[in-house]
T-cell receptor
Framework: DVKVTQSSRYLVKRTGEKVFLECVQD?????MFWYRQDPGLGLRLIYF???????EKGDIPEGYSVSREKKERFSLILESASTNQTSMYLC???????????FGSGTRLTVV | TQLLEQSPQFLSIQEGENLTVYCNSS?????LQWYRQEPGEGPVLLVT?????EVKKLKRLTFQFGDARKDSSLHITAAQPGDTGLYLC?????????FGKGTHLIIQP
């Protein structure tokens, strides 16, 4: 069964901490995405990558960065966590860049 | 800017009833996907439609892509409590990938 695996289901971090969210896919997909999901706002794209070492800003990249050193792994980094980054974070990978693909189970991040 | 409007935003019905939810846009999409998401979980892909007028069936769920590829509908026959969840549509177009905000569906036993 194809999978997108996010390293943590729940995280609690303190304001100002550097936070790493890891995502690994086993489908050999070129395209990987990071979203955050908040009530009433839906899914919002943070960053995406169409290839190894390549990254593009999505709609809300401020306060975030990403790393894609290997095809199967796409990491989201919160440089200095703030309370307004408390959210559900979802990673996805897809065969085609303009098709929603397979999502991970999500990471519920709380910043205190 | 591509927008996908989903309606209704919330729907609560009794087990056994039929329902239809909609995903509409003024933009043309090359493909459209439907997902179901349960609380605390990631969205699970149900179907992808790519051809205008295309109809796909998944057990009691029927998905239709509009002829002009600007809209889609999801019809559920004889809804069951296990159908409860957030239904999301997403479309790929000239501006990239767009998600609707979803329809919250509750099926009461």
């Amino acid at each position: 069964d194809v999978k997108v695996t996010q390293s943590s289901r729940y995280l609690v971090k303190r304001t100002g901490e550097k936070v790493f969210l890891e995502c690994v896919q086993d489908m050999d997909h070129e395209n990987m995405f990071w979203y955050r999901q908040d009530p009433g706002l839906g899914l919002r794209l943070i960053y995406f990558s169409y290839d190894v070492k390549m990254k593009e800003k999505g709609d809300i990249p401020e306060g975030y960065s990403v790393s894609r050193e290997k095809k199967e792994r796409f990491s989201l980094i919160l440089e200095s966590a703030s309370t307004n980054q408390t959210s559900m974070y979802l990673c996805a990978s897809s065969l085609y860049p303009r098709q929603g693909g397979t999502f991970g189970s999500g990471t519920r991040l709380t910043v205190v | 800017t591509q927008l996908l409007e989903q309606s209704p935003q919330f729907l609560s019905i009794q087990e056994g009833e039929n329902l239809t939810v909609y995903c509409n846009s003024s933009s043309v999409f090359s493909s459209l996907q439907w997902y179901r998401q349960e609380p605390g979980e990631g969205p699970v892909l149900l179907v992808t439609v790519v051809t205008g007028g295309e109809v796909k069936k998944l057990k009691r769920l029927t998905f239709q892509f509009g002829d002009a590829r600007k809209d889609s509908s999801l019809h559920i026959t004889a809804a069951q409590p296990g159908d409860t969840g957030l239904y999301l549509c997403s479309g790929g177009g000239a501006d990239g990938l767009t998600f609707g905000k979803g329809t919250h569906l509750i099926i009461q036993p």
